[in-house]
Each structure stands twice: as C-alpha cells, then as structure tokens.
C-alpha cells in the first residue's frame, strides 16, 4: 500500500493520492484501466494495453493523453518505486464533471498509475461457477472498464465458497472467463477458449498464448465451451497479465484435473515464459 | 458546482472534497447512491430511497451506517447549503481498499452527499432508441449501483442524436427504461410500465406513481411494453425522483405524440404533485 503514484503528472505518495468525489470514475464508474505485468523492468506488451484502454476512451470520447504520454507516466512510476518486477494499474477517466451522467461536462481527464511488487506465483486455483453473467453486450465491450461490479461480487461469492476464482457463464450458460483472467480448455489435443463474441475480455495474455500455441504447433481455436465440453476436458488454466498462466485445479461442480499442470499446460507456460523473456530483453 | 457536500461525517466545500484513488467506487465503480428531490426542505420517500440503498450495500457486504445516520447526513447537509428545492444525491461505497477486487480489503464506507438546486421542470423530452441494452442480470439488479456505463453511454448518443433522454431496450427488444427513468405507457386507456423482472430500475416514483393510478381508478400493469405496445401508445412519459413525470413528445422512429401531455398524463402529474405536498408536509 505504500509507494509512490502518478496523478495527473505527478508523483505523490499513495496514501495521500486523491480524486474528486465529482470524477466520472468515482460517480459512474466511467473510466478504462489496465493491469500489467512488469518483468525487469519492462511491461509486457505495453502497446496491446495502451491500444485497448485508448479504443475504449476513444469510444467514451475522451481526449486521452497519447500512448507516448501514458508509456513515460507508466515508466516514471516503475523508475520512482525501483520496481522491476511489478503489477501495474493504469487508470484514466474522464475526470471530474458536473456531478451529472453527461460526459461533456468533463474537461481534464484524470490519469493515475499504481505499482506495486508482483505477486509471487499462485497455486492452481480452484473455480466456483458464479451466479453471475457476463453480459456481452455490456458498454465498451472490448475495453476494461471500472463498470467491474460482476466480477468484484463474483469473487467474493467463489472465496466464501472455498475458490480462488469464479468462472462466470454468458446468458447461454456457456464458460466465458474466470472473474479477472481468461479461460482456456485443453480437449482432445486441442486449445479452446470462448470467443470474444461471447463476451470475454480479450485479454492481452490470452493473445500472447494463442501465439504461444500456433508456433509450438498445438491446435487452437476460438470457440463456445458448453458445460459439457468442459467437463470432458483434459486440462483447464486461466490467463490474464499477473499470472501468466494459473493452473486449474477443478471447477466445483463441473471438471477435476487429474494432474495438474498438465503436460500441455506446462509446454505452454513455458513457451510463455520465453516471449515474455524475448520481449522484454531479458537473458 | 459550489456549496457543502458531506463526506464521512464532515462538511465541506465541494471543490475540495476527494476520495482516495483506492476507493471501490473510483476502481471498480462499486458502490450504491440514489438521487433523490427535496420538496420544501423535505426528501420525497427518503426511506424508500434509504431501503433500496441499504439493499445494495448489504448485497456487497458493506457495513454502511444505518438509515438513520444517513437521514441525518442528508438532512444535515441541505440545511449548510440552506437548500429547501434540491437535488440530493447520495453515495456510499466499501471506502479504499488494497487496489484489488477483493472487497474484504475495504474497512470504512465512503458517505457522500451532494445537495444542488432543483432544476426547472423539463420540457416535453425526444427519447432517442439507444444501441445499449439493459441487462436483466447484472450484479445488484435491484439496487442503484456507480457501474453506470450503459446510462451514461445511451445519454451520449441519444444527445448526439438531437434528443434529450433515451430508450433503453431488454435483450428481447423490448421497451425497458429510460437512461435515467423509468417508462410509462397509457394504451387503450390503461397504465402500463415495464415489470422489474425486465430490467428497469425499481424507482421510488415509479412505485409512487402506480399508486396514484390506483386511487384514481386508473388500471395498470407492469407488463413488457414491445415496441408494437409503445407505437400504438396514446401517451408516453418517463418518470424519476428529479422530473417526477417528463411527458415524451417522441421516440424517434417509434412513436410521436399528438397532444403533449395527454390527458391521463396530466392528471397523474397532478395526483404525483399532491402525494409530494402530503407526504413532505407542505401546505
């Protein structure tokens, strides 16, 4: 909780970091972020978070501060904390307005980055079926937005039920996403995960592991996981910029890994591994 | 913009209050508020407001201060501002956590009461048919939550679009609420509003308006309004805590009134002003 942030162009201690109680993101929760993963220093794939987070500000019609403003805020707070292996929140809303939902009423944005160390790996989770939906036709669809109540309220029903994650369904009762990660199946040598006409979010990790599983040969494919193509799975993990890839160890109700990882889950966090190592030019 | 707002027992000048960047509300727009009208330096059905809030906090686990508290709050911060015809709203959220999810992380409530002016009773309004839907399903369905996006999205380009309000439909297409209202129908001399299981919010004056109905021997129903029901409508209006009844001169594309208000509109208009002289103990 300690550290330094940036707001607004300036780096300030985090406990004495505030917002106006008029900011769209605190009124309406109207605001875009991102979480990223820092690894020596480097985020991963800066540039597929920026574009995300400033498509959905685009469609808020926010005048955003560009990708090479946001990349040097991000930067500066790494470099101020001297974090190198880092979880990092970038958060830009419309800023304060006039304390009504129209947005023409706000005239500065406000930009925030939080870094803090990286969590250390998790264990394989255990996924509790959540009550709630993902909606897919839900605002800026394709952008991460503070409209985050589903998966807040799914998580805390998964942990008061035993689970690390919730596994949340689409209105069909197809798996769509865990509450903060994307969802990946392994099913008769094949790699599935929900299409993002379904409603996931498409997850920065889950581009990079598609990637992953196309250069290494393993058949892949976006498509529908009913409960039934996940109960016959062989191997089930989820994704999002934190963990990499996190393990499942079974989904209550539904599917129990046998060993997990398994064998294509641990290719593929391997293979992972090494882009993220290329990328971010480490030896 | 000027004036007093209470925040977390204390009163002070609206350009100075902020909440911490690690609030739930500011992430994750986790948090409930209601808007509500003081008539004569009395809140309209402040407890139906406070119930629907305490319903929404409760579903999150947030341990707010109890009705009589807020009431205070409320009360408190329209008599600094020396406000008796105001907008209030008020906003209780989990308060800052430890920049997760995790809701457990969250120890004081943020209390947060705005009080403005009233604003002069609308014009007859445009509603324009938006491209958001209303999502059945979402998290704390019945409550009034900051995950505000769909609203402030349909407003957006409902403005764009030349009108002033818009029309939210169901994922079946029909008729479900207004951005920021809920929707009436008069057909074939009958009330009609959109049951709650479609989505709407269950709004203090729309509860207070099917009474009126009935004491006049008005028939209603809160059935699915399709869009045949609406075009065949002979009235429309939409109804909040702040514009108590708006009469709707149009839905682009779907409906134009001929005679704006009609005529049952009126008469409810008339019914709703006396409920609120009774009720707030005006002459």
Redesign the interface.
């Known amino acids: 909780?300690g550290g330094l942030?940036w707001?607004n162009g300036q780096l300030r201690p985090?406990?004495e970091?505030?917002?106006?109680?008029?900011?769209?993101?605190?009124?309406?929760?109207?605001?875009c972020?991102e979480t990223m993963r820092a690894f020596g220093g480097v985020v991963f794939r800066l540039d597929r978070h920026l574009a995300r987070l400033l498509g959905g500000l685009d469609?808020?019609?926010v005048q955003s501060p560009g990708p090479g403003a946001l990349a040097a805020a991000v930067r500066a707070t790494l470099e101020a904390n001297e974090l190198r292996e880092a979880r990092v929140?970038l958060?830009v809303?419309p800023g304060a307005g006039?304390?009504r939902?129209?947005?023409?009423s706000a005239r500065t944005p406000t930009v925030?980055v939080?870094v803090?160390p990286a969590p250390p790996d998790p264990l394989p989770a255990t996924l509790v079926v959540s009550s709630?939906?993902v909606?897919a036709?839900?605002?800026?669809a394709r952008a991460k937005?503070?409209?985050?109540?589903?998966?807040?309220?799914a998580?805390?029903e998964a942990?008061a039920a035993g689970g690390e994650d919730a596994l949340l369904l689409g209105?069909n009762g197809d798996a769509v996403e865990a509450?903060?990660a994307n969802l990946f199946v392994v099913a008769a040598g094949e790699l599935l995960t929900p299409p993002v006409a379904a409603g996931p979010l498409p997850g920065v990790t889950r581009e990079a592991l598609l990637e992953c599983a196309a250069a290494m040969g393993i058949p892949s494919g976006e498509r529908p996981i009913s409960r039934a193509v996940l109960s016959a799975a062989d191997e089930v993990f989820v994704t999002n910029s934190i963990v990499g890839l996190r393990p499942v160890a079974s989904v209550m109700g539904w599917w129990t890994g046998t060993s997990v990882p398994g064998p294509v889950t641990g290719r593929l966090a391997q293979s992972y591994a090494e882009l993220v190592r290329r990328e971010c030019g480490l030896g």
Chains 1, 2 share one sequence.
């Open positions: 909780m942030v707001l985090r406990t970091a505030t917002v106006s109680i008029d900011d769209f993101g605190f009124l309406y929760g109207a605001a972020f469609a808020l019609g929140r958060t809303s006039a304390g939902p129209d947005l023409s925030l939080v803090e709630q939906r909606d036709g839900r605002p800026l937005t503070a409209n985050y109540l589903a998966s807040i309220v998580l805390a942990r209105a509450a903060t």
